[in-house]
């Protein structure tokens, strides 16, 4: 790390009551015919172009105290004037933040938060660099309390290097590095703990009662068997679990050695809950989720990310392994390290199912093309999308759990979906190489091939008919011999309407119309607000337990608001679909076969 390294960054909580950052970005030698600024775009794992150049509010640059000229090129990008030889520049800007996500910048007077994406813009031609970055306290007595939490290096022997937790000079060794690294800044709540000797911490911003203790033996077990899954050494020497902690949110996004987080306050574990609440098993397969990452998609990544171009989109149809397959060790990790019980996760996996059942784009989208269109379709829903597309998150994960199964049962349980990941961590993961667009196939055929010869084939094309179809996956076929039992009923008793409200104030106000629906059919459209049913009122409270009284096949009379205009409607109501799945375990299998599913499960 050079001493004085040609690119620092200075930022400062400079207008909490504003929600403005003040930064600062010097270029010691810039470019001669004038120095280019880019601010990315996205941010990695959240495959939408988000825009974060908006956010900033003023620009100005300057040399020796003396005013630039600057010109915006583009929506996110800038060309400072030339100066003389030998001269710093120095760009300053303000950046709003205001948004309460784990993918942007927030600031106000109870604390600070930023991703670099949203704040430090790239110094075009230096971005492979070292830099400084120098984290300012807020001003007034009121802040003085607040500390710093993040996974940035502080520079040793620095006089100007941060301490512990606290404000001052960091670095990074590259734009890249610098970006993937996010900043909490306030008076939080902070506990350590120990996972395969590596030291693991927490920090929870917000009002909460959170038995941290309990908490951090439970992470400290998860974390344990990922590591352990991967094999020693771990790939991070630290990890740092950012929390943001809110009445009602959820969301995480992953980084090299930490993880930004959203939750509901009610979700967290507290003092005398005794057994785990649904709410906390959620957080806690969030946790498990975002720290699979670590490995896979940080470090395990499409060649279509090695390297980020942060300016544009970046295509891949590799998602359904990179968040499936998270999605699919995210909660086995939680019963595989013994932190939830085997009837916990198969009420978590049915949930999965019936969330995949629950959508008909999956009869119309592969995993593969939702990948590919993640930038314009998943993370921009619209009122039409469970029609139109496929979670590669739940589809992926029950693939996932397909191939794992498969793989156990060929080989009598010597090669499984562990194995795959570890090739993949051994072979892209630590060298470097980007997983190429089919790379997958015959990685899979691979390790099925080592496991039962004449088996590598079978799987590398079932898999590669999987992510590429989209016909519903044999699920009960995988699961019955390993002594599982799948079971889809419907949710509800009586008819339905082939609809889903939206949340609100009480009005029966339809967010989705499902495809083939008895709404649909009649002409229901979303958006419309049903008022009345055969002349009876109708609420959100209400509609399930009017629809519970008919039978499929009869015909019910409609009124609804579509905007301002009274409508009226006849809809011939249908039998509510077996769109939920519920698992059980219990039932009698060989010896050979519990050994497999105890190889499995855990238990």
């Known amino acids: 790390m050079p001493h004085q390294p040609r690119v620092s960054y200075t930022i400062s909580p400079a207008r909490p009551e504003a929600h403005i950052f003040d930064v600062s970005c010097t270029v010691a030698d810039p470019d001669p015919s004038g120095q280019v600024f880019r601010l990315p775009a996205w941010i990695p794992g959240s495959y939408m172009i988000r825009e974060f150049a908006r956010n900033i509010v003023t620009l100005k640059a300057e040399c020796d105290g003396r005013p630039v000229g600057i010109e915006k090129l583009d929506k996110h990008s800038w060309r400072a004037a030339p100066v003389a030889r030998g001269r710093a520049l120095t760009l300053s800007y303000e950046v709003y933040a205001w948004d309460l996500s784990v ?11 930023f991703n670099g994406t949203s704040v430090f813009l790239a110094v075009e031609g230096k971005t492979g660099e070292p830099c400084y970055v120098d ?8 802040l003085q309390t607040w500390k ?3 996974t940035l290096k502080r520079p040793a022997g620095d006089p100007l290097a941060a301490p512990a937790m606290g404000f001052g000079l960091y670095y990074a060794d590259n734009y890249d590095e610098l970006v993937d690294h996010p900043v ?3 008076s939080f709540t902070h506990a350590r703990f120990e996972a395969a000797g590596v030291p693991h911490e927490i920090v929870l911003t917000g009002r909460h009662d959170c038995d941290l203790e309990r908490l951090c033996t439970d992470l400290a077990s998860v974390c344990t068997w990922q590591i352990e899954l991967f094999g020693t050494p771990a790939p991070v020497d630290r990890y740092l679990f950012l929390t943001m902690v809110v009445g009602d949110g959820y969301g995480g996004l992953e980084h090299r050695s930490s993880t930004a987080l959203l939750t509901s306050r009610g979700d967290l574990p507290y003092a005398g809950m005794g057994e785990q609440t649904e709410g906390y098993r959620t957080f806690l397969g969030l946790c498990s989720h975002e720290y699979f990452h670590t490995w896979n998609v940080k470090r395990i990544k499409p060649a279509a990310f090695t390297p980020y171009d942060l300016a544009s989109e970046n295509y891949t149809r590799l998602l359904w392994a990179f968040e499936g397959f998270t999605s699919y060790y995210d909660d086995l990790a939680l019963v595989r390290s013994g932190v939830i019980a ?3 996760y198969l009420a978590l996996l049915g949930k999965t199912m019936s969330n995949v059942l629950r959508s008909g784009g999956r009869l119309k989208q592969s995993v593969a093309e939702s990948s590919f269109d993640a930038w314009i379709k998943y993370y921009r829903q619209d009122e039409n999308a469970p029609n139109a597309i496929v979670s590669y998150y739940a589809k992926g994960a029950l693939i996932a759990l397909a191939l794992d199964l498969q793989l156990r049962a060929a080989s009598a349980g010597r090669k499984s979906l562990d194995d795959v990941m570890r090739l993949l961590w051994q072979r892209h993961g630590q060298t ?3 997983v190429a667009e089919d790379g997958l196939f015959a990685l899979v055929g691979e390790v099925a091939e080592a496991g039962l010869k004449g088996a590598g084939r079978r799987l590398s094309r079932w898999l590669k008919d999987a992510v590429e179809g989209t016909e519903d996956l044999p699920l009960d076929e995988f699961l019955r011999p390993f002594g599982i039992e799948y079971r889809a009923e419907a949710a509800a008793k009586g008819a339905s309407l082939g609809v889903k409200l939206a949340a609100g104030n009480g009005e029966a106000k339809l967010a989705n119309v499902f495809d083939g629906g008895a709404a649909q059919r009649c002409g229901l459209s979303a958006g419309d607000v049903l008022v009345a049913l055969d002349g009876l009122k ?3 409270a209400s509609l399930d337990g009017q629809l519970a009284r008919r039978k499929p096949g009869e015909q019910v009379t409609i009124h609804a608001f579509r905007r301002d205009e009274l409508m009226q409607f006849t809809a011939e109501l249908a039998a509510p679909p077996a769109d939920t799945v519920k698992l059980a375990s219990g039932k009698r299998v060989s010896a050979p076969m519990r050994a497999l599913r105890k190889g499995w499960l855990g238990a």
Do not use: K, N, Q, S
Request: proline residues 9%.
């Open 432 to 434: 470097g190489e980007g």
């Open 148 to 150: 710093v939490a993040t």
């Open 103 to 113: 993918r942007a910048a927030h600031l106000d007077a109870t604390h600070g938060f």
């Open 135 to 142: 984290i300012l306290p807020p001003a007034g007595p009121a």
């Open 538 to 540: 109708v609420t959100a």
């Open 342 to 344: 085997v009837e916990d």
């Open 184 to 186: 909490e800044m306030g």
